[in-house]
Structures are given as structure tokens and as C-alpha cells.
């Protein structure tokens, strides 16, 4: 039947929660079959959103059936906004409304929305149901859909209520990429060169040189996003639930989330993506000011980060409301605080980041004015 | 400070998440101290219902106070139905509200609707912060605040919605019983009398011995808690997340499901561990009637039951509905289901339970029509 190569299989070690990454071109048509492999006899509730629901589920469900598997499809309205407590009451809902067990699944197929909340109602109903992550976006496929973290957005904050439940496999097409948003796509892109920026600096050069490859499509980007998935999985694997080293994947994170924050989460102005790449670009001016990082290195990160279309200063951000005070507030309000000290991720330079725990926020403040004043 | 004796503990293993139950009389004058002890430095934020809380919620906060740690008070109304959505919500949000870290802790004082809806909260919130247990209902003490199951019930059925969340600290105050309505003690000794059932005939013998002792308060109380959660860690730690043994301690709620279903959780007409009591003679006296328990046992294991002022006959059950159609129909709708075929715990005598896994439907309907026919 398939007529796909075969896939790139990358392990997710954690025990007996591991798990496998298939990532390669057409694997959609093939779905149906890795899943009846993996989850002998267990039925589907495929969980989308409109707009991928419409260009995707049909490919997705026709191969399950061909698999053998029962399944039925329940679609939600696209965007961030879905991250609540309302739609994950749909979700639970209709798991148990179709009588699902435990040994069943809840497939996602979208990017990180449907994923995170997905994962959240197969986490919670009957304390605990199988899951498969089928992401498609490429944010999705680097970053949200490895590693078990799963949850909604409170009125209180973003991400604020979830659990770690470990899918039992995920399915990486990157075909279905091509009918991403470019938009979207140099988002996700944003993820993966912050994988090199961490601690891979060969993997940052590979970028370097197939950056147009991978936005072309083709076996650049099955590797990327293979490279990408390694890089998560080996954090993951030494970090379950995030008490350690998992801190070095929010490289650009802080200062992102602050930016996001103050642009009020409007993805007219900020989208997830764009705001990491501010933020890592940030990362590296602060340590290069800080006398951590060399200039050059903290040139060519943000040279990389620009070559792709993606956002490297504050004042590229539309709209009003970065000032100073507004950006301190929020990165002293980071979620990221344990017991009031703020965890910072600094560089030494290409691929060498480190947990700094200790910055002054005087230094902060005189480096956030000058990147304000321009 | 203290005045209450040396509590006696019980310990959970279970590796890294393994913990200690106190138990002993006047045990929440001393709270905070073993709060402390267990969470140096931690918050806690104690939730609990309005009749409990105008109880016993005094004395706890006073003794955190006494201990140095900050707690807050969110009182909920009493009943199963506060284990819905919106009051797992009013919790979450109250948890974010206090800006509670991860570190922290949620403390359920209660029975064991605040004890599930609590440690449900405390599980998903920030993905899972520390929670404690106070339980204040014999059943809390006994059952439902051991093991890390928690929960709320949809409008498809009960617990179907949940997480497995261990506590870091379970105390349970003998004397806080003491306030408990007569028939909500009852109720929990019919979980009591459970472990006994299934496997521990001593402890059987021992509480036909002690059974007033036990109902009045005093030394006998506290060992028979004791006893009970040394039965119920030791499943739990062969079976955390329910996969297997931990069936055993079902004895008696498949038919107390159905029983309870029935009469549509009406606490005037049925409380749960009535059911349980019904459920637990059913069992011994199918399993009598299948030739697989001594008659003499199934009696004793009655006698005691109904000695306790427990309910044995489904004609003791008030109301309507109990007609053999309805309670098939019950019973293969359980939740215990896996893969459409039925688990029955039965018994080969008195503390000699087991888990049967091929019962004939004709078999079951052909007792429960002798039974319902008088
Ligand atoms: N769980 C984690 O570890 C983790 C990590 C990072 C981000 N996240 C979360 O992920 C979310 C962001 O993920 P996202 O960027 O994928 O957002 P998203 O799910 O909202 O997808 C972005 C947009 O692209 C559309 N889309 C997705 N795939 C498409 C395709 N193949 N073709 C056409 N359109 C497509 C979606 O409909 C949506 O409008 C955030 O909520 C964030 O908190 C989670
Ligand atoms: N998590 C588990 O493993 C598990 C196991 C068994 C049962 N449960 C759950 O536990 C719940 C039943 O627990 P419960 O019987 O404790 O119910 P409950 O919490 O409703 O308490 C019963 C009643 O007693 C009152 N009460 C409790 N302590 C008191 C005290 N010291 N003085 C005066 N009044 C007091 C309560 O206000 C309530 O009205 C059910 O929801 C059931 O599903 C959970
Ligand atoms: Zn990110
Ligand atoms: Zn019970």
C-alpha cells in the first residue's frame, strides 16, 4: 500500500514511557498502519482544528480505516484560545461519550494548541489514556509534541495548568508542512536553529548552510526536524518532569515570554516563534555585554535568525507598550522563578549555553534600556 | 507544644514519590510541625468543605500558623457533587491566585470528595504541585486518601476524570472522627472490614474482637486505621497506576457500583460504603453459591457486617428500581471493564479473595433473581 520511504525513527528513552519519533515526507498515508502496530486493537478519537482538519483529516482517518482502526474525528476552532478549560471539557467529553478505554488513543493531529490540549484530556480522562501526537506544524513537529508536556492557559497566565503524560508515538509528516503558513514556518524555524544556539554549534553551522533547503521541503528538512527531536530527547530524557536541565530549552524564552506578554499574545503582532527569536538574539547581546559571549558569535546568531525573516530586536515588534518597567515586570513574573531567583539562560558563545542564576537586575535594566533607545 | 502521643506511621513505597501516613489521636494540634518538617519553606493552601471546615479548620491553620508556614483557607460546599469541573477550577484558580510555586502545597481537609478534588488540583496545576492529606472521614482515613487516585466525576459517570498524584504527607487525626456522623463511620468501616475480606483473615478475627473498641474512639481506632493503610500501601505499591492487583481491592464495589447507580448516588437512600457492605455479602455469597466459598464464611463475613449496623441485602436499600434488568445492565457498563469482558473479585473463604475474570452472565443473573426474590 504505502508508498512513502520509510521514516526516521528517532527514541524518546524514558524508561517504560519511551517512545518513538517517525519522521518523513507522506507519512500521513502510512499513519494508520504504525498505529495499529504500536497499539494493537485500540480505537481513535482524532483530535483537530478546523484549518488543519480540513486540509489533513481525510488522509489521516482514510489510512486508520485501512489500518483496521475505529476512529471518529472531533475538530475545535483553530488558535490559542482553545488552550481552555471549556474545550478541554469537550475533549474529556467525547472521549467518554464514545466509550474509550484506556488502552485507546487520543490522536492530535495539528500544531502545538491542539497537541498541548489534547494531551491534557487524554492525561486526565479515566486518569490516563493513550496518546499520539500526529503535529503539523513545524513548531509542532521540533518542540511541543516531544517531551510529554501537556496543558491549557489559565485567565491567570499561559500554560499554567497541564500534566506530563508521554505520548505512545509521533508521527512527524513533513509533507503536510507545505500547506503551513510561511508565517508559521519561520516561527517553528526559530525553535530549531535554538537547539544549535543551546549546545549544538555543528548542528547551527548545518543550518547555516541548508537553511533554504529546509524551507524548500525535502530531505533537509526531515533531517532538521530529526536533528531537532534528537536535541529535545536527549534533554527530555535526562529531565522528565523539568526540575533540571529542561531549563536550557528556554533559551530566548524569558525575554520571549515577556515580549509575548506585552504584546498581549496577539498573533497580528507576536507569534511564539518570532518572540524566541527576539529573545535568543536578546540572549546573546546581554552575555556578549555581560563579557560571556564573543561579539562575532553573537553576530552570527542573529545573522541566522534574520536570513530566515525572523524578527532579532524589540522595535521590529508592531504596537505599543515595550517600555522598560513593562518588560521588567513581566520577566520578574516569569513562571520560571524558583522561590523568588530568577533563572536566566546566557551563552558563551555558538552552542554553548549555560543556567545563569545569579544576574543583577541592575545590569538587565541598563541593557534593556540601551536595546530600547536603539 | 505537643500533647498527643507519638503518631503511628505508615509508610508508602514507591521509589522516589514514596511517603509516610501519621496516624493518632490529637494529631492535627502538631499539623504544621510535620508540614514543616516534610516541606521546609513551603506555602500550603488548605481547602476543605463547610462543615468540616467549621469543625476542624481552626486548629489546623492555628497549628501551621504555630509552625511558621503561611496558609490560606478556600472552603467548598460538602457533597459528592463538589467533585465537578467548575469546582476543580475554583480551586486551580485560587492556587494561581496565590501565586503558589510548584514547591508549595495544596491540603486537602476533608473526606474524600475534598481529598480527590484537592489532590486533582494540586496535580494539574503548574503540572503538579505538592499536596497533602488530612483526611477527616473514616473512609479518607482508611481508603480514599492512600494511593494517589484523585479525581472528579463528569455528567457520563463517577471518577472518570483524573490524574494519579501522590501526596507528600498523609495525617490522619483518630479523634477528628469523632465529629463524624455515626453513619458516615459505619460507611467507612465497611472498607475496614474490606481489607480483612480480601486477604487479611487476622485482621478479620481481630476486628470481630475490637469492633465497639473501634467505634468508640481510643488505642483500637488508631490500629485499625493503621492496619488499613498497611493494607492498602502494600497494593498500591505493587500497582500504582491500577494496572493489576489493586483489582483485589474492588471486593464488593462492583455490585455496590451497580447498587449505587441504581439508586442514583442518593445519599438518603444509599452511601458508598454501604453499597460496599451489600456488595462485599453478595460477593461472599456468589461465590458460596458457585462452590468456591465455604457457607460458614459467608455468614461470619455477614454477621460482622451487620453487626456493625451495615446494610447485607439489597432489600434493605429504600426506594425503587432494584430489578435484575437494571443491575445486569449496571454491571456490565462498570468501569472495570477491559475489553468487554467482565473482573469479579470473588472469594474462596474468609480473607481469600480473588480476581475471576470468566463468570457466566447466567450464572450472575440467576443469583441476583434468587437474591432480589428474598
Ligand atoms: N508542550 C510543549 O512542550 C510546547 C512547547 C512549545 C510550544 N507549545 C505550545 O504550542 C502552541 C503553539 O503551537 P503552534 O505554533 O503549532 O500553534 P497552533 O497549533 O495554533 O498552529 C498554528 C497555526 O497553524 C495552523 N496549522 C497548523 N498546521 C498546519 C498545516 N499543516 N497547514 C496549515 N495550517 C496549519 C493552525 O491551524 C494554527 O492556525 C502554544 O500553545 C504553545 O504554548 C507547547
Ligand atoms: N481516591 C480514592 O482512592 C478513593 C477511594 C474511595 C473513595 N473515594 C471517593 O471518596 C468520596 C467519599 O468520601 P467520604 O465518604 O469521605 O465523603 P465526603 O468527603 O463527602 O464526606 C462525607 C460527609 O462527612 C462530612 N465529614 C467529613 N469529615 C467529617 C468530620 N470529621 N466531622 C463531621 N463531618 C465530616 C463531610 O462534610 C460530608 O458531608 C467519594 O467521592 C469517592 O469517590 C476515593
Ligand atoms: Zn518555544
Ligand atoms: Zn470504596
Not at 169 to 196: I, N, Q, S, W
Not at 243 to 259: E, I, K, M, P, S
Amino acid at each position: 500500500m504505502s508508498e512513502a520511504p520509510s521514516p526516521v525513527s528517532v527514541r524518546v528513552e524514558l524508561g517504560a514511557r519511551s517512545y518513538d519519533i517517525l519522521i518523513g515526507p507522506g507519512l500521513l498515508q502510512d499513519a494508520g498502519h504504525h498505529f495499529a502496530a504500536r497499539l494493537p486493537g485500540a480505537r481513535a478519537l482524532v483530535v483537530s482544528d478546523r484549518t488543519v482538519a480540513a486540509l489533513h483529516a481525510d488522509r489521516l482517518l482514510a489510512s486508520l480505516a485501512r489500518a483496521g482502526v475505529a476512529a471518529t474525528l472531533l475538530t475545535l476552532p483553530p488558535g490559542e484560545t482553545t488552550k481552555s478549560f471549556d474545550h478541554l471539557m469537550t475533549v474529556v467529553d467525547r472521549i467518554l461519550a464514545e466509550r474509550l478505554e484506556r488502552g485507546d488513543a487520543v490522536v492530535a493531529l495539528g500544531g502545538g494548541v491542539i497537541g498541548d490540549l489534547s494531551g491534557f484530556a487524554a492525561g486526565i480522562a479515566r486518569r490516563g489514556m493513550r496518546f499520539v501526537q500526529v503535529p503539523t506544524s513545524l513548531l509542532a513537529q521540533v518542540d511541543s509534541s516531544v517531551g510529554g508536556k501537556t496543558g491549557i492557559n489559565s485567565p491567570r497566565g499561559k500554560n499554567l495548568v497541564g500534566v506530563f503524560h508521554q505520548p505512545a508515538l509521533v508521527l512527524a509528516d513533513t509533507d503536510v508542512l507545505d500547506t503551513l503558513p510561511e508565517r508559521e514556518f519561520r516561527a517553528g524555524y526559530a525553535e530549531v536553529v535554538k537547539y544549535g544556539l543551546i549546545d549544538r554549534p555543528d548542528f547551527f553551522e548545518w543550518l547555516e548552510a541548508n537553511r533554504a533547503a529546509i524551507f524548500a521541503g525535502g530531505p533537509a528538512r526531515v533531517e532538521a526536524v530529526a536533528a531537532s527531536c534528537r536535541a529535545k530527547a536527549a534533554v527530555v530524557a535526562g529531565d522528565e518532569r523539568e526540575d533540571g536541565d529542561r531549563a536550557l530549552l528556554n533559551l530566548g524564552h524569558t525575554f520571549g515570554h515577556a515580549l509575548e506578554s506585552v504584546a498581549r499574545y496577539d498573533p497580528a503582532r507576536l507569534v511564539h516563534g518570532e518572540g524566541v527569536s527576539v529573545g535568543m538574539a536578546l540572549a546573546h547581546r546581554f552575555s556578549r555585554r555581560l563579557g560571556l559571549c564573543p561579539g562575532q558569535d553573537a553576530v552570527r546568531a542573529e545573522a541566522h535568525l534574520r536570513a530566515a525573516g525572523l524578527p532579532t530586536r524589540i522595535q521590529e515588534i508592531p504596537g505599543e507598550g515595550f517600555t522598560l518597567e513593562a518588560l521588567m515586570d513581566r520577566i520578574a513574573q516569569d513562571k520560571k522563578v524558583t522561590r523568588g531567583s530568577l533563572t536566566f539562560i546566557l551563552t558563551h558563545g555558538l552552542g554553548r549555553s549555560f543556567v545563569a542564576r545569579d544576574v543583577a537586575p541592575e545590569a538587565l535594566g541598563a541593557f534593556l534600556a540601551e536595546e530600547l533607545a536603539g
